[in-house]
């Protein structure tokens, strides 16, 4: 630093425009230091921001396919969940009511077609379920339930089987009252939306729609064959002990058939939770791979910032050493 040759006062000027510089740069590497982040991005990408702003751009799309599928896991995984409470209740309920139509006692009868109104409330609290505020079985609407309450659908599905003699007749007016489009289970029991359950990005250029809802085949059939056994607890074909026997096993054969249409929906469920699953794992691996990318434009390299600070805190003090010295000198002095 070369002070010889000017005036004091613009030895002094010269003296405080070095010292302010140097103490930004003290300033600016300890922030670097502490943050890890460089503190001056204009200079250090000189003004082109496209590679940042792209990385950014990425990083905000990314967080938002993991935030849909983390959503996507919560329905599928309830979903997953109601339908095996549902499936368990099917399973134990088919091959009772087939055991007891075929030799069961009329205690036994009654027993189990008592159990079928507690089983139906059952299977109607799980496709009523939700996460949430979601419910996960009324398609399009989710903010209500799926299904109106067992007693609402089990009074007018018995209202609708008024006049029909005989199991044959009564398990052909059921059917075709939970079956029909348009029909009763369509306009009384189902309270959901026909329409599916909007999709949901996974990942980038994956949808998943987790559709399924309580108009599924399966599921009425499920609703069926407790409602028909609940009935007759209620009254239906009372007196006609084997006729409620034959009516049983009809509904105990539609059970064993609708737990297969419900295991056929928990694969394919499966399957949709694995792609959920692998979407997630490929998202979260690029949010890595983008950060680190991130990292490298704007993190400052410690051992190199330390280095330049040592550097710096040495420039300031040789200015304080200068500054005191040229503070001392005097005219006395310079004269002796």
């Known amino acids: 630093m070369k002070l010889a040759n000017i005036g004091d006062m613009a030895q002094a000027t010269t003296l405080r425009r070095d010292t302010v510089a140097v103490k930004n740069d ?6 670097e230091l502490n943050s890890g982040q460089k503190a001056d991005l204009q200079s250090a990408f000189s003004g082109r921001f496209a590679p940042l702003a792209g990385l950014d751009r990425s990083l905000q799309l990314n967080a938002g396919y993991l935030t849909s599928n983390a959503a996507a896991t919560r329905i599928a995984d309830g979903q ?15 091959p009772e009511f087939l055991k007891v139509a075929s030799g069961g006692e009329a205690t036994q009868l009654a027993v189990t077609t008592a159990n079928a109104g507690r ?3 059952q299977i109607v609290g799980a496709l009523n379920s939700r996460i949430g505020q979601q419910s996960l079985f009324a398609g399009e609407a989710t903010d209500g339930p799926a299904l109106a309450p067992a007693r609402v659908i ?11 003699v005989g199991p044959g007749a009564i398990d052909a007016a059921a059917r075709a009252w939970f079956d029909t489009p348009g029909g009763g289970f369509e306009t009384v029991a189902y309270v959901g939306s026909a329409r599916a359950r909007a999709g949901l990005d996974i990942a980038e250029g ?6 399924i809802s309580a108009l599924e085949p399966g599921l009425r059939d499920a609703l069926r064959g407790l409602a028909v056994t609940a009935l007759m607890d ?10 409620q026997k034959e009516l ?12 297969d249409k419900v295991t056929a929906l928990r694969a394919g469920l499966g399957f949709s939770q694995e792609r959920i699953d692998t979407a997630r794992a490929r998202s979260e691996a690029e949010a890595t791979g983008l950060r680190q990318a991130r990292a490298a434009l704007v993190e400052a390299d410690p051992y ?4 330049l600070l040592q550097q710096v805190q040495a420039q300031l003090e040789t200015i304080y050493t200068v500054t005191a010295r040229v503070s001392g000198l005097s005219l006395a002095a310079f004269l002796r």
Do not use: H
């Open 119 to 121: 089983q139906f409330e």
């Open 26 to 31: 003290l300033n600016r590497l300890t922030q």
């Open 206 to 211: 994956e949808r998943e729609t987790l559709a």
């Open 248 to 259: 049983l096993s009809r509904m105990g054969e539609t059970l064993v058939g609708a737990t």
């Open 154 to 164: 089990l009074a007018a599905l018995d209202a609708a089987l008024v006049g029909a």
């Open 304 to 307: 190199e910032t330390a280095m």
């Open 234 to 243: 209620r009254g239906l074909l009372a007196g006609d002990t084997p006729g």
């Open 80 to 94: 997953q969940t109601a339908l095996a409470s549902l499936q368990d209740t099917l399973m134990a309920a088919g």
